[in-house]
């Protein structure tokens, strides 16, 4: 119950396109959605976040989408840029305890 | 640059030996939290103290152990190495004792 699945385990676009990343969970007593970016080498680093009463984040070219009924939520990388490629984990948190998905690796090609 | 340091950045040991993992939050931030990282378990939450306590638990072997001292950087202590320790060690912090966390640049820990 504590798992956070995320897909798909990798992903190649173009420059300009826009990639996106599902995540699903089943706990229901999570209660915070941190996406965080890690490059090689590299520790995660912050992106964007979501609580469960607000169904859409936007910060920049990164939105996430949030529904709560279906225990899902997706980032969303608008107008990607080759400095994109990295991989993405999407995580939830219930006090405090942030339990990650397995990541996807993207790739911004040009 | 998240402001939490991590040191050392690589550590290279052998089996059955023990060594310390430091870290310093972020300045003003209270809660640390200890990840391993390694490629077949992924991020995997281990400890969490706040403001110098034990604040939550998660997949921590009796092997290892943590403390966060009065200045609040901690240290993460792993003993009796095997070689499936091999992994990336991170560090995060944050200000309150829940929401967001920063992550350090990592200690990547190798048990030959």
């Known amino acids: 119950q504590q798992q956070v699945k995320q897909s798909p385990q990798s992903l190649i676009v173009q420059k300009g396109g826009i990639p996106i990343i599902n995540c699903a969970y089943e706990?229901?007593?999570?209660?915070?959605f941190p996406w965080y970016q890690q490059f090689p080498g590299k520790g995660p680093a912050l992106l964007i976040a979501?609580?469960?009463?607000?169904s859409e984040k936007k910060e920049g070219r990164f939105t996430i989408s949030f529904n709560k009924s279906a225990k899902q939520f997706s980032l969303h990388i608008m107008d990607s840029q080759p400095g994109d490629s990295a991989t993405y984990f999407c995580?939830?948190?219930?006090?405090?305890?942030?339990?990650f998905g397995t990541g996807t690796r993207l790739q911004v090609t040009l | 640059d998240s402001g939490v340091t991590q040191t050392p950045k690589h550590l290279i040991t052998a089996t059955g030996q023990r060594v310390t993992l430091r870290c310093s939050p972020r300045?003003?931030?209270?809660?640390v939290y200890w990840y391993q990282q390694s490629l077949d378990q992924g991020l995997q939450f281990l400890i969490q103290?706040?403001?110098?306590?034990?604040?939550a638990k998660g997949n921590i072997l009796e092997r290892f152990s943590a403390q966060q001292f009065p200045d609040l950087h901690s240290e993460l202590n792993l003993s009796s190495l095997e070689l499936g320790d091999s992994a990336l060690y991170f560090c995060?912090?944050?200000?309150?004792?829940?929401?967001?966390?920063?992550f350090g640049p990592g200690t990547r820990l190798t048990v030959l």
């Open positions: 995060a912090s944050g200000l309150a004792a829940d929401g967001e966390q920063f």
């Open positions: 706990n229901t007593a999570f209660d915070y």
């Open positions: 979501i609580r469960p009463d607000v």
């Open positions: 995580a939830a948190s219930t006090a405090s305890k942030l339990t």
């Open positions: 300045s003003g931030d209270l809660s």
């Open positions: 103290y706040y403001n110098g306590e034990e604040r």
